[in-house]
């Protein structure tokens, strides 16, 4: 079973322990149906997640933290999942760069490797938010219109659309057709992956 990484950073601890709870009840819901994955999300080691805070608290520019990230990382243990507050300077630089970025960014050629390897999430009040980044590091594509931020599935409660729907997110992991599609997809290309021991490609 492969796992993807998270870390906190620059959290206190109470709001980095409600967060492991969401991450943790994220992992769960991927064992259910309808994805049914043994998957799991796992926090970093200290070792590493003090190198990434370090570069996360100096680095002034986004490209200088990704790459900071890719070397401390090594290509084998991403792609990564960063939880972070708003107002630090890497969500700000991350926000600027994309103008859908309200809540989250995920970086990654996806031609060259198929997926984000690295995801930052600075809109942490909603657990929905923390997810859909989350599966956009196990393949799940956005839903929503890029001009009109409509939903483009078929799903009313998926995650993976633009604004919160209306009549909520409900109970479990809802996640629309082709999305269970594609990361199921995806995890199956990563368990290949790592059983041969290919290096991610990265760019
Ligand atoms: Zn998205
Ligand atoms: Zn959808």
């Not at 969401?22 to 200290?46: G, I, K, N, T, W």
């Not at 070397?71 to 926000?95: G, N």
């Not at 219109?145 to 078929?154: H, N, S, V, Y």
Request: glycine share 4%; with cysteine; hydrophobic share 30%.
């Amino acid at each position: 079973m492969r796992n993807t990484y998270y870390c906190c950073l620059g959290l206190n601890r109470r709001h980095g322990q409600s967060l492991r709870r969401s991450m943790d009840e994220l992992s769960r819901f991927m064992a259910q149906p309808p994805l049914e994955e043994p998957y799991r999300f796992v926090e970093l080691a200290d070792d590493k997640r003090e190198k990434i805070q370090d570069a996360f608290d100096h680095c002034t520019k986004l490209d200088d933290f990704l790459g900071k990230v890719v070397v401390t990382m090594t290509t084998d243990m991403l792609p990564l999942l960063i939880l972070c507050p708003p107002e630090s300077t890497i969500a700000q630089l991350a926000r600027k760069r994309e103008r859908t970025a309200c809540w989250g960014a995920s970086f990654g050629d996806r031609d060259e490797c198929s997926c984000y390897w690295l995801s930052l999430v600075y809109h942490l009040n909603d657990k929905h938010t923390i997810w859909h980044e989350a599966l956009h590091l196990l393949g799940a594509d956005d839903c929503y219109d890029k001009e009109t931020k409509e939903r483009t599935c078929e799903l009313p409660n998926c995650i993976m659309q633009f604004e919160d729907p209306k009549q909520g997110y409900g109970q479990g992991l809802p996640l629309c057709q082709a999305n269970i599609e594609r990361v199921k997809k995806h995890i199956a290309e990563m368990r290949k992956d790592h059983s041969s021991d290919a290096p991610h490609r990265l760019q």
